[in-house]
């Protein structure tokens, strides 16, 4: 029975993938791209399809971006069919026309960094050049009718259903700041029991929380862009997810450190540090109050052991307290970022408990 269910297993992920994931933005582009082919049917402009096409570059995901590229898109199709009319007029459609107006046009907005509405400027011109029973001008003219056409609609229906980000940009931070407790409560269990977790170890769960953060950066840019048309200003969550970002890296650095140290002659101090991030880590995700004075006291009071203890009477004694200090410094530096995290996403996380 195991051995079926296992030769099933790539038949069913085969068809899962075969099956289209449709979300909100698919349906709008999809709305985009017929309305603008009708309106350039209607209006019986040549190659009414490339309307459509200029719709699928508009809907973006954030109000912000498709206004941004909409505007771009649009003096780069004038250009584009500005320079094909001239080369028309002055070479005729050649051969050497057909190459040098798209290489004139993709190094101009490569030098412009435009390289967005690049594909636009190049096609508006092809198109232009390639125009059968039409004057250069008519032919120019239909292009651009074209992409304001698709522009247009693009624009229009993201506006009339603007793109929604925040709940899903709060979900992540939520799992993202559960995946970073779970990282330091791996460096409290290896300083309590006095042995590193193997780095090739550590390193792969890191790359999965990495990965987790930079798809939460993604969306919360767009609640922030999309921020800029709104009337209230709300919070939002990238600051937090640049937090959570370097607390990562902290944590990294602390495991290793610890591949470096066999015997921690402060282990005693650095357990009830970590083991202070890990309480105020967990009523920073509950929602509830921290008392950072406490934990600033404590910090404090390890710093200044490290200062006033004896100096080390050998290199390798030297080393090893120079280490440990480094291994309280990254910890200092992650409490740092959590007192960040915790004004960066006081407004912007449900409550979320935590094991």
């Known amino acids: 029975m195991n051995r079926l269910r296992g030769s099933m297993l790539p038949i069913v992920t085969g068809m899962r993938l075969m099956v289209p994931k449709i979300g909100a933005r698919t349906l709008k582009t999809c709305v985009a791209i017929a309305f603008s082919v009708m309106t350039a049917r209607y209006l019986h402009l040549a190659a009414p399809q490339f309307a459509g096409i200029v719709s699928v570059l508009a809907v973006q995901p954030s ?26 007029y002055a070479f005729g459609p050649s051969a050497l026309t057909f190459c040098i107006v798209p290489l004139l046009l993709m190094g101009l907005h490569v030098r412009w960094h435009w390289t967005n509405s690049l ?19 008519h032919g120019g003219l239909n292009q651009l009718a074209l992409v304001g056409i698709g522009i247009g609609y693009g624009n229009a229906i993201n506006l009339l259903f603007r793109p929604t980000h925040r709940a899903r940009s709060g979900s992540l931070l939520a799992s993202c700041e559960k995946s970073v407790f779970q990282l330091i409560r791996v460096v409290h269990r290896d300083l309590e029991r006095g042995i590193a977790t193997p780095y090739p170890v550590f390193r792969r769960t890191i790359d999965r929380v990495r990965e987790s953060l930079e798809e939460g950066k993604r969306i919360a840019g767009y609640v922030r862009e999309d921020q800029r048309y709104g009337r209230v200003v709300e ?110 996403s006081r407004h912007a996380l449900d409550a979320a408990h935590i094991g």
């Open 63 to 88: 109000v912000y971006r498709s206004l941004r590229q909409g505007f771009q898109q649009l003096l780069s199709a004038l250009l584009g069919a500005g320079a094909a009319v001239l080369a028309l």
């Open 119 to 137: 594909l636009v400027a190049v096609v508006i011109a092809v198109n232009t050049i390639g125009a059968q029973g039409m004057s250069y001008l």
């Open 235 to 344: 919070e939002n969550t990238l600051d937090a997810f640049h937090a959570l970002e370097s607390m990562v890296e902290r944590v990294r650095d602390m495991n290793k450190t610890l591949q470096r140290l066999s015997n921690l002659q402060r282990r005693s101090d650095l357990v009830r540090l970590a083991a202070l991030l890990l309480r105020i880590q967990r009523r920073i995700i509950w929602g509830k109050p921290c008392h950072f004075h406490w934990v600033d006291a404590a910090y404090a009071n390890v710093e200044a052991r490290f200062y006033r203890g004896p100096l080390p009477a050998t290199h390798e004694r030297f080393v090893q307290q120079a280490t440990e200090y480094h291994l309280f410094m990254f910890l200092k530096e992650y409490y740092g970022k959590l007192k960040d995290l915790r004004v960066d």
